[in-house]
């Protein structure tokens, strides 16, 4: 081997090595990045004070269709959700499969409500298409329900986008986005239908009580 070859040895061992922890991190059914993907993207853009928006989406009444139909239909919405988001996102952004039905879109804020509405109309059109006509004309599929074994009609598959941002001086963390973001979806899955909600707050409570704690354990 020769000297030159040497030395370019390292950066070849480290460009795979990154390369193999990318196919690790990779959801298998979608192939899109998974959490720690997101959380290096994320901390790497807060740490930066880059714009940065986090479009979180989440399948209302997914659990039940998937035990009413099975997996295999089950998958084939995932793939159709994982799609959308890439058609939607093209060049703006990066998706994120994070386990199960929940995805992520990061972006920048002045791009993120375009992508989110676009991604709920592109489910909303598409989603009668994924059930057996019988249901369709119910409303609803059958099913059990986890809590307490008794027979539930659950209602057809929603979409719940949210979107949390940097864009208020006091957010900072990834740990304050994830904060913002879940109660983003507890105000969302209020509402019936597919849906849409972007955090527009300059100040948030959540962060401001994060700040105190980290103060008082630094105090300790």
Excluded: W
Excluded at 6 to 35: F, K
Excluded at 57 to 82: C, E, P, Q, S, V
Excluded at 124 to 152: H, I, K, M, N
């Amino acid at each position: 081997v020769d000297s030159d070859a040497l030395e370019e040895l390292p950066a070849l061992v480290g460009a795979l090595c990154r390369l193999r922890a990318g196919d690790l991190d990779s959801q298998p059914l979608t192939g899109l990045p998974g959490s720690a993907a997101l959380q290096r993207e994320c901390e790497r853009r807060l740490v930066r004070q880059e714009p940065l928006a986090l479009v979180s989406f989440d399948l209302r009444h997914f659990k039940a269709f998937n035990d009413h139909y099975g997996f295999d239909r089950g998958d084939r919405i995932l793939k159709f959700l994982a799609n959308l988001l890439e058609e939607v996102v093209k060049d703006g952004g990066n998706v994120y499969h994070v386990g199960g039905d929940d995805f992520c879109i990061v972006t920048e804020p002045g791009r993120a409500d375009e992508m989110a509405q676009a991604a709920v109309a592109g489910f909303d059109e598409a989603r009668d298409g994924f059930y057996d006509d019988e249901d369709l004309r119910r409303g609803y599929v059958p099913g059990l329900s986890r809590a307490t074994g008794e027979v539930f009609r659950f209602p057809l598959m929603t979409l719940t986008v949210t979107c949390a941002t940097n864009e208020a001086e006091d957010v900072r963390h990834l740990g304050q986005l994830a904060i913002i973001t879940a109660q983003l979806r507890q105000y969302a899955k209020a509402a019936s239908g597919s849906t849409y909600v972007r955090d527009r707050r300059l100040v948030h409570d959540v962060a401001r009580s994060l700040q105190i704690r980290e103060k008082q354990k630094g105090g300790e």
